[in-house]
């Protein structure tokens, strides 16, 4: 499976900020995906990354908020705009390789906001 | 509509014994896989196994075998001879269009469960 390196992997931010997280993955790959994960609850993806065009965000999330870049297929990035408390989360990429694999995830951004 | 659902938010185990996590799903997509991933507290997921529509075994991985009842729409994760390094979030997650190209679906995940495994 992919390996896959998630940047930073925690940070503590002021309101008003922004952070962007970076993912990194070892192969070449088609798909890439952004997971949010708030406190106590299960994980819900904020948009897939398809290299060559914009992502594909799902319903709740916007770009302005959540500005992904995919310069190449093996790096993302997942910037959160004018943070507040709310966006205190595990932020998670994941990856899809050939069909038949699953997904593979890196190890997190824990994001707090202060 | 894709559905996922994990009814127990806890569960305890002693150590090495068995323990059994249920997830069922809902679909209409005759093309699916289910997925089953753990998330310790420091917050990684870690895939543990899966199981396609059309597979006509039941997955299994070391100490994980997934028992898949498609007519009951169910794939709970059995985990023996439990260990204190178990103790984790388990998710179940089911991907539609499962083997064809890859498109992109997302990964549906349920709520979780707890579990706790007791020395």
């Known amino acids: 499976s992919a390996v896959i390196s998630q940047k930073p992997s925690r940070d503590i931010c002021q309101r008003g900020t922004s952070l962007t997280i970076q993912c990194q993955v070892d192969?070449?790959?088609?798909?890439m995906f952004w997971y949010r994960q708030q406190p106590g609850q299960s994980l819900t993806l904020i948009a897939t990354?398809?290299?060559?065009?914009?992502?594909?965000?799902e319903s709740g999330f916007v770009i302005d908020k959540f500005p992904i870049s995919r310069p190449n297929l093996t790096f993302s990035t997942l910037t959160v705009s004018n943070l507040s408390p709310e966006d205190s989360s595990i932020y998670l990429c994941?990856?899809?390789?050939?069909?038949?694999?699953?997904?593979?995830f890196g190890d997190g951004t824990r994001l707090s906001i202060l | 509509a894709q559905k996922i659902t994990q009814t127990q938010p806890g569960m305890f185990v002693q150590e090495k014994e068995a323990v059994t996590l249920d997830c069922t799903y809902d679909?209409?997509?005759?093309?699916?896989?289910l997925f089953w991933y753990k998330q310790p507290s420091s917050g990684e997921m870690i895939f543990l196994i899966y199981?396609?529509?059309?597979?006509?075994q039941n997955a299994t991985e070391g100490r994980y075998s997934l028992n898949f009842q498609k007519a009951r729409k169910s794939a709970n994760l059995v985990i023996s001879a439990s260990q204190l390094g178990d103790s984790a979030m388990y998710f179940c997650?089911?991907?539609?269009?499962?083997?064809?190209?890859?498109?992109?679906?997302?990964?549906?995940f349920g709520e979780g469960t707890q579990l706790t495994v007791n020395p």
């Open positions: 994941s990856v899809e390789g050939v069909s038949g694999q699953p997904q593979h």
């Open positions: 192969s070449q790959v088609t798909m």
């Open positions: 990354a398809n290299q060559g065009s914009e992502a594909t965000y």
């Open positions: 679909t209409s997509d005759p093309s699916y896989g």
């Open positions: 199981q396609g529509s059309y597979d006509q």
């Open positions: 997650a089911m991907r539609e269009g499962w083997g064809g190209e890859t498109s992109g679906s997302r990964l549906t």
